[in-house]
């Protein structure tokens, strides 16, 4: 007979019979007992964990403190049943994910990450979220900006596109931390092709700097259908200047070397020249934020360059 109701009370959470919870109530954390199998969703496995204990109390073997979540989620209390507002808790949420509630810096770290990185079952870009990236022995760019409000790939290319950054390529380069998945940029733009490639066949360089360019990779937050609470649908992106050297290929000057071409009294390294030419480019509003991260990254073809961000990272809104 229980499993009957069970099944009954499965298809009127399913059905949606009820008052969902607004996203805007709370943060991640206040949700975040709901989402039983810490997968970083509140979905259909969470409503069938918990309606398989619909009705038990303690002492009851199935009985855990971690279902028993009205009244706890008010006020941190347990009542030692699972009832239906026990169940309510969950369906009121379903659909939520962290993403909707975690600040970019906390869910999609802080740099982008060499495409060496290992994956995988036992490291930090393993497919179930985990709370710490990589290490700083795989850091090549850090995040200097986030696109957001509706900026979904088809999105930002054609904004690049329009901003100064014409060329986009698709060469998975790159690798960026999503709540423990890494994976390749979705969005790879510059002013120019970029590069160089001294041992290649056929041999191809420039002979003056005209390959040096502004260029970012950023990657989407999600699916385009998650949308986070304040920003939206939003992307991270690592905006910088590329120095060439021929005898090596590209790299992140420690010092831009043209800081008239930002403003007059620029001083910065590439990244944060990178970041300021992308706002220049984009001429609109913005706001900022400062994330704090000013580790230094050894550039190998950059003669012994240690550049950094200055750790400010700016908000710019896409429609």
């Not at 509140?42 to 204990?53: E, H, L, N, T």
């Not at 380069?173 to 390749?184: I, P, V």
């Not at 790879?188 to 040096?212: I, R, S």
Request: glycine letters at 10%; proline letters at 7%.
């Amino acid at each position: 007979m229980w499993r009957v109701f069970v099944l009954a009370v499965m298809v009127f959470l399913a059905l949606g019979l009820g008052s969902p919870i607004m996203a805007d109530e709370g943060e991640w954390p206040k949700h975040k007992p709901a989402d039983f199998n810490a997968d970083c969703v509140i979905d259909i496995i969470d409503m069938q964990m918990i309606a398989f204990r619909y009705g038990v109390y303690w002492p009851n073997p199935l009985y855990e403190n971690r279902f028993d979540l009205d009244p706890y989620m008010t006020n941190g209390q347990y009542d030692y049943d699972i009832d239906i507002k026990d169940l309510q808790k969950v369906w009121g949420r379903s659909g939520f994910t962290c993403l909707m509630f975690l600040d970019p810096e906390t869910s999609m770290g802080q740099y982008s990450y060499r495409a060496e990185t290992p994956t995988g079952p036992g490291t930090n870009c393993d497919t179930q979220p985990v709370t710490t990236p990589p290490g700083s022995s795989y850091y090549v760019d850090p995040v200097t900006v986030v696109f957001y409000q509706d900026a979904t790939q088809l999105h930002l290319e054609r904004w690049a596109q329009g901003h100064g950054f014409p060329v986009l390529e698709y060469d998975d380069e790159q690798r960026f931390w999503e709540l423990g998945n890494c994976s390749f940029e979705d969005v790879d733009a510059g002013e120019n092709e970029g590069g160089c490639n001294p041992t290649g066949d056929p041999v191809w360089c420039p002979v003056v700097d005209v390959w040096e360019r502004m260029h970012f990779r950023a990657e989407l937050a999600g699916e385009e259908s998650t949308t986070h609470i304040t920003w939206g649908t939003f992307e991270v992106a690592t905006a910088h200047f590329d120095d060439d050297n021929n005898l090596c290929g590209h790299y992140v000057p420690q010092v831009y070397p043209y800081p008239e071409r930002i403003y007059l009294g620029f001083s910065g390294s590439g990244f944060d020249a990178g970041r300021e030419w992308v706002q220049i480019q984009n001429g609109g509003s913005y706001t900022f934020e400062y994330w704090g991260n000013r580790t230094t990254i050894y550039q190998r073809c950059g003669n012994n360059q240690y550049p950094r961000s200055n750790g400010w990272v700016y908000l710019i809104p896409i429609n």
